[in-house]
């Protein structure tokens, strides 16, 4: 018998003054039961990071031919695909082909990230739309105590400052550019 995906209620407050953005979302999130509470994590700040109204979540690990979060046009074509974690070439390269600008929040220690990236060069360099940022595991580590059925979190982004929390627990990321 298959496991079933473990849905958690957010209710996300998004401040974002790099981009003068202020909103709050309800959002239902699907936890694949392969899928670690810190990447469930990742998927809502990559969440939070491009907040808009018409970016939906995608319908998770278990889907090859969608990202982890999208905007869609109302034509149904690719905005903009957001993947987390370290995704593999072919799947880059298809990203890139499908949407307008690809972004991927990578995550875990440094050194994985530099040598997943350095595997990734020729395709930085052939697509513009591509843009590779990175999250230190230490940080993202701390994410899983605001796990909850039920969420309630607070988001400021201010420069490549992320706070993250809720009434009991705060964590604070710094998002990194890969490429340069």
């Known amino acids: 018998m298959a496991l079933k995906a473990t849905v958690f209620k957010l209710q996300l407050n998004v401040s974002d003054l ?28 990559a969440f939070a990071l491009n907040a808009a109204d018409n970016l939906s979540f995608g319908r998770g690990l278990s889907t090859d031919d969608e990202p982890d979060l999208w905007q869609q046009t109302l034509t149904g074509d690719i905005s903009h695909w957001i993947d987390v974690g370290q995704p593999s070439e072919d799947r880059i390269r298809k990203a890139c082909s499908r949407a307008q600008a690809v972004t991927v929040y990578a995550y875990g220690t440094d050194k994985v990230q530099h040598s997943w990236k350095d595997g990734l060069a ?20 701390d994410l899983v105590k605001l796990v909850n059925p039920t969420m309630q979190l607070q988001c400021t982004l201010d420069g490549a400052d992320i706070w993250l929390g809720d009434t009991t627990h705060q964590c604070q990321l710094a998002l990194r550019d890969l490429q340069e």
């Open 18 to 45: 790099n981009r003068h953005h202020y909103q709050d979302y309800a959002l239902t999130v699907a936890r694949h039961p392969s899928e670690t509470d810190e990447r469930m994590m990742v998927r809502i700040v």
């Open 122 to 141: 020729t395709l930085s360099s052939r697509f513009d739309r591509l843009h590779l940022r990175g999250l230190n595991s230490v940080d993202t580590a």
